[in-house]
């Protein structure tokens, strides 16, 4: 009895688990859904139009390292980038 | 002294006046945010956010709208009326929208669902100027007055919560705009502070409680008194972003984020600032 009580829980906590992996968005999912509900929930007003909510390649990689350390070799990579940039 | 070298000597001498210069300017610092303690607290005695609360207290137990119905039997999330520590437990999930609403959002639901308002006459005029005064605020005054003390508990139990918070707080981390900023630029870290006005880091507990529990708060600078739709949207204009829409989905989100990470203090406010 005892043990079919342990299987059973067994089974039904994998279920579980694998119903909350299947469910739970994954981080790109998360940002393209916060983009979209940014653009969503802003108006242009005057010369501060929409397309100030449209990142370039490096704020988009800035947001996602979220204050955390940027690998090397990406700050490298922003920095080339940037540096062509200026004129 | 006379048998140093004298190289040696001036150098000592530069780290010296170096050292005394970086030491003056943080005691000046100091003593600059300790005045402006002061300053705050000699302003606490008679806030004027009392009169906004007052009016809010009116306008809940008024009949008004095409209905002619009070907010009496207004659910803010504790049951039909119940307004004391509604504030604390905001944003969160309302069955009956199906949605997370944070309380301006859930003000404006039972002004159109009970007092027949439509919901553009609902969202007008969210914030005053002037003579032009806006009932939201004033609404928004006297809810929060009544979760003064109680503890913040933003549940995010919900799975519509939880992507509130997950989505805030990507929100939270977004550079854009002409000036590439986010929310993050001016508070993620300690000691910022633009002019006056301190910035408090929300990455960390202390931070997230402090900047969050003391809105509403009446601007001396600005003879207002502000909600935290208003702190949104008005970091957003400075961050040169377009404009925010109130009760929009983006500051529901936020809201959302900071709200949780306030969780555990006491809430203190309709409060006072510059």
Redesign the interface.
Known sequence: MTKRIIGWAIVGATTAIVIGCATA?TDAE??A???Q??K??????GQ???D????DET?KT??EY??KPVPKDVAEKIEKINLVAIK | MSKLPRPAVIRLGAVASALALVVGVALAQTSAIDEIAKYRAALQDGNPAELWEARGELLWKEPRGPNKVSFQKCDLGLGPGVVKGAYAQLPRYFADADRVMDLETRIVWCMVKLQGFTEADAKKNPFGAGERKADMEALAAYVTSESRGVKMNVAGTHPKER?AY??G???F??????H?F?C?TCH?ADSQRIRLQDLPNL?KKEGAQKGYTTWPAYRVSQGELRTFQWRLYDC?RQQ??????FA????I?LTMFLAQNANGAAFDAPAIKR
Do not use: I, N
């Open positions: 968005p998360t940002t859904k916060a983009t509900v940014l969503a929930s802003f108006k242009a007003r501060a139009g929409m100030r909510l449209d990142q704020q800035c947001s979220a204050g | 992507e997950r989505l707080e990507k929100m981390w977004f550079r854009g705009g002409s590439d986010a993050a993620s990455t957003f040169r972003f377009p404009e925010l829409e929009s989905d983006a500051s989100a």
